[in-house]
């Protein structure tokens, strides 16, 4: 903590504060009862305001700059001293050095919950914390409500003053934004504004101004997260789509408990039989609107083609129509052999025992003669 360069005799003739700390806001000038010099010299560093008090009244303020203590430049103390004709001799008064900057990163938080009312939770409880920055913005009021005869007022004694302000100030805010509980981790930013905006009539009472004010956090009960996870996972899951796989992994769960090949294509038989009840099921709105007869005797809906599925290469293919059998059969690709199944059979059998696939084979052309 700087104090004066120096002194001559037992009057003071340079008045400075050299501020290397980081949580000063007011140094009193230590005069230890010496006089100050007709024309000293003031010191006032970028960042700084001098505050003369005379007796404790509040006179002359000095903004940064050397300036020399005369009459014309102590207007209100030459007034409270009563010299009509300027002064000559030393004179004695406090000299308050008030540090003007930013002090940066103070902090605050909600010792206890503070309880809120939310539309869809009812009533819980959430805590909240960040900083704040503040600078003093009139040095004789802050002198006057804030520090008084304090000759060395720090940073520390006004905190936790004004984190009580901000809490209940928060508090506030928080009721009127009147937000979903689950928004206020997307809105620190506007919710940070509203509250400096609320506070800043507050510490303006105090000659102080809240240059800045960051909630870095607002925490609520893990079971209110939990059901908040719970809903957003919801608002973007494809309820159709998750029916359709929770479908699929039933019928393949059931598949695999059946037993020995007649089992085995009994279960595939039971699972296609299931999928294309689920495709229905899940079938577009429109579709099934199509499918219904309306009033006025109108006619029934087309017939769906008949389909089968086939063992191809020992993998299963299809569904595929009797136009395609045919091409298929023609080409070769299945002979009366091959194992097909549809809707409605018990197990997969034969090609050439389906009546409805026998006469397919028939149509086929016999091979060419040798040339």
Same mark, same amino acid.
């Given at each position: 903590m700087g104090l004066f360069d120096s002194i001559r005799g037992e009057f003071i003739d340079i008045i400075e504060w050299t501020d290397d700390s980081s949580d000063t806001l007011v140094y009193r000038f230590e005069r230890h009862d010496n006089e100050i010099k007709n024309k000293a010299? *003031? #010191? #006032?560093?970028? %960042? =700084? /305001? /001098? #505050? !003369?008090? +005379? &007796? %404790? =009244?509040l006179a002359d303020v000095f903004a940064p700059g050397t300036h020399t203590l005369e009459t014309q430049n102590l207007p209100i103390l030459s007034t409270l001293k009563g010299w009509k004709y300027g002064f000559d001799s030393p004179f004695k008064a406090e000299v308050y050095f008030v540090s003007m900057r930013n002090f940066t990163d103070q902090k605050w938080g909600t010792k206890n919950p503070i309880t809120l009312s939310d539309a869809r !939770? %009812?009533? *819980?409880?959430i805590r909240a914390f960040g900083t704040y920055v503040i600078k003093v913005d009139d040095p004789t009021k802050f002198i006057k409500e804030i520090v008084g005869t304090d000759g060395h007022f720090t940073t520390d004694e006004i905190t936790n003053q004004l984190r009580s302000l901000i809490v209940t100030r928060f508090t506030d805010a928080m009721g009127e934004a009147e937000l979903p509980v689950e928004k206020y981790a997307a809105n620190t930013n506007e919710i940070s504004k509203l509250v400096k905006d609320i506070m800043q009539e507050d510490f303006n009472e105090y000659g102080i101004k809240l240059t800045k004010f960051l909630i &870095? +956090? #607002?925490?609520m009960p893990e079971e209110i997260k939990k059901e908040i996870f719970e809903l957003s996972r919801l608002d973007r899951i494809d309820l159709d789509k998750f029916a359709k796989i929770k479908a699929a992994k039933a019928i393949e769960k059931a598949a695999e408990n059946e037993s020995g090949t007649a089992g085995a294509g009994m279960g595939m038989g039971m699972g296609f039989a299931m999928a294309n009840q689920m495709g229905n099921a899940f079938a577009p709105q429109q579709q099934q609107q199509a499918a219904q007869p309306t009033a006025g005797g109108a006619p029934p809906p087309i017939p769906v083609a008949e389909t089968y599925h086939v063992v191809v290469n020992g993998q299963q293919a299809g569904p595929f129509d009797l136009n395609t059998l045919q091409q298929m059969i023609t080409k070769n690709e299945i002979s009366k052999e091959s194992l097909v199944w549809k809707q409605g059979m018990a197990a997969w059998t034969a090609a050439g025992q389906v009546s409805a696939l026998s006469n397919l084979f028939g149509a086929v052309p016999p091979p060419l003669p040798p040339s």
């Amino acid at each position: 903590m700087g104090l004066f360069d120096s002194i001559r005799g037992e009057f003071i003739d340079i008045i400075e504060w050299t501020d290397d700390s980081s949580d000063t806001l007011v140094y009193r000038f230590e005069r230890h009862d010496n006089e100050i010099k007709n024309k000293a010299k *003031l #010191v #006032v560093r970028e %960042g =700084q /305001a /001098a #505050v !003369f008090i +005379n &007796e %404790g =009244q509040l006179a002359d303020v000095f903004a940064p700059g050397t300036h020399t203590l005369e009459t014309q430049n102590l207007p209100i103390l030459s007034t409270l001293k009563g010299w009509k004709y300027g002064f000559d001799s030393p004179f004695k008064a406090e000299v308050y050095f008030v540090s003007m900057r930013n002090f940066t990163d103070q902090k605050w938080g909600t010792k206890n919950p503070i309880t809120l009312s939310d539309a869809r !939770f %009812g009533m *819980l409880e959430i805590r909240a914390f960040g900083t704040y920055v503040i600078k003093v913005d009139d040095p004789t009021k802050f002198i006057k409500e804030i520090v008084g005869t304090d000759g060395h007022f720090t940073t520390d004694e006004i905190t936790n003053q004004l984190r009580s302000l901000i809490v209940t100030r928060f508090t506030d805010a928080m009721g009127e934004a009147e937000l979903p509980v689950e928004k206020y981790a997307a809105n620190t930013n506007e919710i940070s504004k509203l509250v400096k905006d609320i506070m800043q009539e507050d510490f303006n009472e105090y000659g102080i101004k809240l240059t800045k004010f960051l909630i &870095e +956090n #607002v925490s609520m009960p893990e079971e209110i997260k939990k059901e908040i996870f719970e809903l957003s996972r919801l608002d973007r899951i494809d309820l159709d789509k998750f029916a359709k796989i929770k479908a699929a992994k039933a019928i393949e769960k059931a598949a695999e408990n059946e037993s020995g090949t007649a089992g085995a294509g009994m279960g595939m038989g039971m699972g296609f039989a299931m999928a294309n009840q689920m495709g229905n099921a899940f079938a577009p709105q429109q579709q099934q609107q199509a499918a219904q007869p309306t009033a006025g005797g109108a006619p029934p809906p087309i017939p769906v083609a008949e389909t089968y599925h086939v063992v191809v290469n020992g993998q299963q293919a299809g569904p595929f129509d009797l136009n395609t059998l045919q091409q298929m059969i023609t080409k070769n690709e299945i002979s009366k052999e091959s194992l097909v199944w549809k809707q409605g059979m018990a197990a997969w059998t034969a090609a050439g025992q389906v009546s409805a696939l026998s006469n397919l084979f028939g149509a086929v052309p016999p091979p060419l003669p040798p040339s």
